[in-house]
């Protein structure tokens, strides 16, 4: 061998004959052929600095690409939090999932096509809900829960309607944003009766007047209030004339008996409630979308009005929430429900498994329970009996940056992987993470 040979910069392979890797030519469909070319030349440059060998150019540049054209990456939720906002609160079903390569193409979201003329826009997720949540006559959908209320407080309220609504619900609801400041942003005028802690049906009564578009009722998802209170329900606010309007945020159809507190969308409006406003991505377990259910002949004319009034175009969603939102309601039970109801002895049992199976391995891991919750804004104070995997507490950052990342919670020095809002057939891929995390630190040792 030349001194030419050796020297390895001559030995970089040339970037077509990189490119016709099979697995890069993969990567190049998937992710375009540009950001490859880009993975190439940089890992080319990496060998003529011999930072590592020519004959692994293409393992290089491989290893530098993500695995989809999206830098959203999946993580297994082990926090013990069902519905975690910073992990896009809840997983969607298989059948919303596969709703959503169906709806990806061209589709008939909007055309009729035995007339060949423009159709009800989501007409199948609007027959959903309607089937789902009894007494709902008439059904939209918004972008979120937030906007869902926006628009009914701009649609009827908003060239300086009224509102009435309790000081006892003029709630943040994350992030900073409040529901007093929504619905001012709209030019909906406030008018908050009664106190923090107590408010009477005369509060209510005193305050309506000639300017009163709704009584609204907001549900405190996200807290709760305990001792001298009192609040007024929706079926004694119904009798007092006008339109009553009731935020329920979690996005409960119908109730749910773990969750006595919750209040549910076919109830509400069974109380009296004229229009229901939620969001579809808590409790009900599907994508990001706000639900707005009409009760009785006023509340589905009001449905109407909301539904044409011209913000209302600004806010829809697209065919894919349609489509998965279709498919959570009328199709199989969610994920978010599946944990919900999970049984706490099997819920033990797999993290008994999981903890022995790592433990074979050397692993300082054992099975304990916990408690897990809710979470995104709903149902606070509402404890499910849980299990999880402990280990020693460097494991939390490690196990993030693992892959997959993995979101477990740290508590009393310990790493809790929590197996609630994880389905059992994550508990292997879990396990490899540990497993992988656990083999770095012991190469590192
Ligand atoms: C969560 C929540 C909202 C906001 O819904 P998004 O879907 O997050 O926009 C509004 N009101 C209540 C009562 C909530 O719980």
Not at 244 to 254: C, N, P, Q, R
Request: charged share 20%.
């Amino acid at each position: 061998m030349t001194t030419a040979d050796a020297d390895p910069r001559r030995r970089v392979p040339r970037t077509d004959a990189v490119l016709a890797d099979p697995a890069l030519a993969g990567a190049a469909a998937r992710l375009g052929r540009d950001r490859v070319k880009r993975a190439v030349i940089a890992a080319q440059q990496a060998a003529r600095e011999g930072r590592i060998a020519p004959e692994d150019v293409a393992a290089a540049a491989r290893a530098a690409l993500p695995a989809a054209a999206t830098g959203i990456r999946p993580v297994l939720n082990a926090s013990g939090v069902l519905l975690h906002t910073n992990l896009g609160r809840a997983p969607l079903s298989a059948a919303a999932v596969e709703a959503l390569g169906v709806a990806a193409g061209t589709c008939d979201v909007e055309l009729d096509l035995a007339t060949g003329r423009r159709g009800t826009r989501g007409a199948g997720a609007v027959a959903a809900l309607r089937d789902a949540v009894p007494g709902a006559g008439a059904a939209w959908i918004a972008n979120n829960g937030a906007a869902a209320l926006a628009l009914v407080c701009a649609a009827l309220a908003g060239t300086g309607g009224e509102i009435v609504v309790s000081r006892g619900q003029l709630v943040e609801i994350g992030d900073g944003f409040r529901i007093p400041e929504l619905i001012e942003s709209t030019g909906a005028r406030l008018r908050p009766v009664g106190t923090t802690n107590r408010t009477h049906l005369r509060d209510y009564a005193d305050a309506i007047g000639p300017d009163t578009a709704f009584l609204l009722v907001v549900h405190p998802s996200n807290f709760v209030v305990s001792g001298f209170v009192s609040a007024v329900g929706v079926r004694e606010l119904s009798g007092l004339g006008p339109p009553v309007v009731a935020d329920i945020g979690s996005g409960l159809l119908t109730a749910h008996p773990l969750l006595p507190d919750e209040p549910d969308a076919a109830g509400t409006l069974a109380a009296g409630a004229d229009l229901v406003t939620a969001s579809a991505d808590k409790l009900l377990g599907g994508p990001q979308a706000g639900l707005l259910l009409g009760g009785g002949e006023r509340g589905t004319a009001l449905v109407e009005r909301v539904r044409r009034f011209p913000l209302a175009r600004a806010m829809r969603v697209d065919k894919l929430t349609l489509a998965a939102l279709e498919a959570t309601v009328a199709g199989p039970v969610p994920p978010v429900r599946e944990f919900l109801d999970a049984d706490p002895a099997a819920l033990r049992a797999r993290a008994a498994q999981l903890a022995a199976g790592l433990a074979a391995d050397g692993i300082d891991a054992v099975a304990t329970d916990t408690v897990a919750g809710v979470g995104g804004g709903g149902a606070p104070g509402v404890a499910l009996p849980s299990a999880a995997v402990a280990l020693p507490q460097h494991y939390a950052a490690a196990l993030r940056d693992a892959d997959p990342p993995v979101l477990g919670r740290t508590a009393e020095g310990r790493c809790l992987l929590d197996l609630r809002a994880l389905p059992p057939a994550a508990d292997a891929e879990l396990a490899r993470a540990v497993r992988s995390v656990a083999g770095a630190a012991g190469r590192e040792a």
